[in-house]
């Protein structure tokens, strides 16, 4: 049998136990099987550790804990001690932040100025959803004097999360956070290419004073764990972050239990520079909108647009940009651009590069891997784009952007609109008029103006069209865990 607890030496120097159970009713356990997987570092492709494999039954299990933790205790429990228990959790994750850094660039091969940007949103948010969890308001509805007739918000039960591999602890929380804060419990499965930080914090769960069975985590395969968690009669909510193709399958399997379904899905967002705009920024947005975290973004700005005007001199300094960012070694000082998190992954990345090149574009930095072990792919610019090519209508998911030619606001919004998804966008202007114009006409649910990438924890996150259901942070990510009930009484 495999052991529970693996020592693991991080590259930044911190040693520590690394869980590789299934988090069930407040334990680490064994699978039923006893089956494990194998869990890599994109950095270097060397094993990293072995984690146990969930299955049918094991979800099964995790679903029952978390259906009598709801009934006996979370749904019952006094909203105050759910946000003590959260604050408590957002300090141990502040506690251990240079740990699980370590562990999310060990895992995800992001650099640890990403891991570091992650963890210490993850404390923000976990104390935002702290500070709601005693803030639920129902209403009193005036129906005349012979009935008193109010609302309640009332959580949905055990919900399904299932979180995908780019930003794993970060999307970990953004999932446990408001449905712990409204009194619902969960079963969490992580991507299989990173379940460590999951696992680490699942520790930190129980530190925290957070009651057995109200947060298990079981990592394991989409298809079997995920489709259970989907198909299973005692979970009342599925909430879903990956791409577009698995959400349409998840909405599908949950619509024979008619599950509550939110989806955070894909993106190809528009990213726009004004011929007005302080180009110095608009250069540094530009890169950081689609460079950040190695390009695994699902709001990333991979479709650059930018005003005839200025369109050589941005093309030439966003190419100078993109060179002189520090690609390698995740823990190393100054890297930027970590390793792309899978093989699977990087392939894909360099098939699209292939694409780009037969539609017709032309490479104008990078465009190949970087080194020949680890997953590192150069940031890539493509110019020289028609709009109907793969590269600019197809999600990539990583380093590799398009930058096109407008000359008109109106061309422009065509264009940015001219898309199925609809998850963010960006205005790069000095024009006041112009941004809040302009962002009024653009199809997303995010627009960032002089900036990009730039979450907050109060900040309502989620897509229009094709980018997903629901929206996650900031009071929104309420609604989508809790129901209303209506209480009317004869006086
Ligand atoms: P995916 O959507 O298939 O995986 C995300 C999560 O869903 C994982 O935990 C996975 O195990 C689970 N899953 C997979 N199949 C499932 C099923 N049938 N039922 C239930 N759960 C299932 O993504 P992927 O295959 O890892 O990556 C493919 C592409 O998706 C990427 O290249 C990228 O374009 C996109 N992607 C987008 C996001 C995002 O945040 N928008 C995140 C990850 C991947």
């Known amino acids: 049998q495999a052991p529970l607890r693996v020592p693991i030496s991080l590259p930044n120097g911190i040693s520590y136990n690394q869980p590789t159970g299934l988090f069930i009713d407040g334990q680490f356990v064994a699978s039923h099987q006893h089956k494990t997987f194998e869990v890599l570092d994109p950095s270097t492709e060397d094993v990293v550790t072995h984690v146990y494999e969930a299955r049918e039954d094991d979800v099964d299990l995790a679903v029952a804990a978390a259906r009598r933790a709801f009934d006996n205790e979370w749904s019952v429990a006094d909203p ?31 650099s640890l100025l990403c891991s570091r940007g992650d963890v210490a949103l993850v404390s923000r948010y976990l104390r935002s959803c702290a500070g709601w969890a005693d803030k639920l308001f129902g209403r009193v509805i005036e129906t005349g004097t012979d009935h008193f007739s109010y609302t309640r918000r009332e959580p949905l039960g055990v919900c399904g999360q299932i979180i995908p591999w780019n930003f794993p602890l970060l999307m970990w929380s953004w999932k446990i956070g408001p449905a712990l804060a409204t009194g619902n419990t969960v079963v969490l499965k992580p991507a299989e290419a990173t379940p460590l930080s999951a696992l680490y914090a699942a520790q930190l769960v129980s530190e925290a004073g957070i009651p057995a069975g109200v947060v298990n985590i079981i990592p394991g395969f989409g ?28 909405m599908k399997a949950a619509a024979e239990t008619v599950k509550k379904v939110t989806l955070e899905l894909g993106g190809k967002s528009p990213n726009i520079v004004f011929g007005d705009a302080d180009l110095d920024k608009a250069v540094r947005n530009i890169a950081f909108g689609i460079f950040y975290n190695s390009g695994e973004v699902c709001c ?43 093989q699977v992954q990087m392939d894909k990345i360099l098939e699209y590069v292939g694409i780009g090149e ?59 609109n001219d898309s199925e998804y609809g998850l963010a966008a960006g205005i790069h202007t000095r024009d006041v008029n112009k941004a809040i114009n302009v962002s009024n006409r653009i199809k997303a649910g995010t627009v960032w103006i002089n900036t990009y990438n730039n979450f907050h924890e109060s900040v309502p996150f989620g ?14 990510a309420l609604d989508n865990y809790t129901q209303v009930k209506a209480v009317r009484m004869a006086i």
């Open 80 to 110: 105050a001690f759910r946000a003590r228990c959260l604050y408590r959790l957002a300090d141990l994750i502040e506690r251990d932040a240079e740990t699980l850094a370590g562990i999310e660039s060990l895992d995800n091969g992001k």
């Open 223 to 250: 298809k079997i764990v995920g489709e259970r968690l989907c198909a299973h009669p005692k979970v009342s909510k599925i909430a879903f972050t990956g791409s577009t193709a698995t959400g349409r399958h998840i």
């Open 300 to 342: 990333a700005g991979s479709r650059v647009y930018v005003q005839d005007t200025v369109y050589e001199e941005v093309l030439e300094r966003f190419r100078e940009y993109a060179e002189g960012l520090k690609v390698g070694n995740p823990f190393e000082d100054g890297v930027f651009q970590g390793a792309q998190t899978s």
């Open 358 to 416: 037969n539609e017709g574009a032309r490479v104008v930095s990078g465009g190949v891997r970087s080194g020949d072990r680890g997953y590192f792919v150069k940031p890539t610019i493509f110019a020289d784009v028609r709009e109907d090519m793969r590269i600019v209508r197809e999600e990539i998911f990583g380093p590799v952007v398009t930058v096109s030619k407008f000359s008109t606001v109106d061309e422009v919004i065509s264009m940015a």
């Open 463 to 476: 897509g229009f069209g094709q980018s997903g259901i629901g929206r996650e942070m900031g009071a929104e």
